[in-house]
């Protein structure tokens, strides 16, 4: 019997509707070849919302996107909405997503494909064969602690305050999905924060140990944020999954991402509760640069349809699948214009979509 999902698509801004375009064909696909029954919904986000509704996300919209499985996103915002209200910008209808499905941990593979592996800073050697992924924090920490802002102290002095603060089941929920993570892949659990400093950083090292206990084949070891930063550049292989709070997984997440080439090939999850929702979006934006030419390249977003089926829908034999295509279509040479490298064929938006198909077609057989 066909396995039932559904999924709400939602293509944002700039580059985001000729990308989920190309995605949109994958689960086309999955649905004639892989006996997996989508239920596809479509909606409005970011700017586009803005321009039909006069908000960044309709509340038609946001309930849809608790009904459903999964989100998949494509990007919002562009120089058109520059001038809107903070509160209605494109990016606040990102923010509404991740706030009203609780989306609290976020994950950011960082995969170095074998044929990209000279588009990496780092040296082939060190980032041949990479496979980290990175869990933050996304909802709690000094991005949303309490006391902040900025106080006029009357003597010429202002002063600027934000608050670090996480609480023991804030850690925990996090922790475990680093752990079950990792019981997934490599079964090593590597936590960062600045316990050395911060009393917050201690008390996160003191309970990942404790929810560590519940997980005795996974190995745990700790890492102080800034060595952890240091350490992805001088040895990045070293790494199975690390889990950090929302501000240092701001950074080390960026980081871990350079050492990879290229921005449009990055896929990132937000997941909720167990069994809630989940959004998936590549890591770019909008490319406003280059929206409407035909050349954005789908990859990302693609992958991320494949985290997707990996982590909400339980199919991992076809997300690896579409990660197979991906990296056979790359060492057959194609590139889009953004991991363009001497020799290599460039192709546009479509075709790449096409080739990734045609790749689908002959994995499958
Ligand atoms: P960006 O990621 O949109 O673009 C940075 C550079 O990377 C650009 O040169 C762009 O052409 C290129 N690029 C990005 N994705 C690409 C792809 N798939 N294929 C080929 N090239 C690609 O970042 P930006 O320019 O700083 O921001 C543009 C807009 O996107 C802004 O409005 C910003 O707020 C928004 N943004 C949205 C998200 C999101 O929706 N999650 C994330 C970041 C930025």
Known sequence: MAKEFSLLIL???GIGPEIMAEARRVVDWLRTN???NFTVHDGLVGGAAYD????PLSHETLELAKQVDAVLLGAVGGPKWDGVDYDKRPEAGLLILRKELELFANLRPAICFDALVDASSLKA??????DIMIVRELTGG???GEPRGIEDLGNGQRRGVNTQVYTTSEIHRIAHVAFDMAAKRDGRVTSSEKANVMESGLLWREEVTRVAEDYPEIALDHMLADSCAMQLVRAPKQFDVIV??????DMLSDVAAMLTGSL???????LGVKGGSAMYEPVHGSAPDIAGEGIANPIATILSLAMALRY???CGVEAQLIEDAVQGVLAGGLRTADIMQPGKAKVSTSVMGDSILRALDSLNK
């Open 312 to 314: 909400t829908f339980d």
């Open 34 to 36: 892989r006996d997996l």
């Open 52 to 55: 039909v509704y006069g908000k």
């Open 11 to 13: 293509p944002g801004d």
């Open 244 to 249: 950090t709070d929302n501000l240092f997984g």
């Open 142 to 144: 000094v991005y949303f």
């Open 125 to 130: 050697d060190l980032v041949s064969g990479l």
């Open 264 to 270: 449009g090939m990055l896929p990132s999850a937000a």
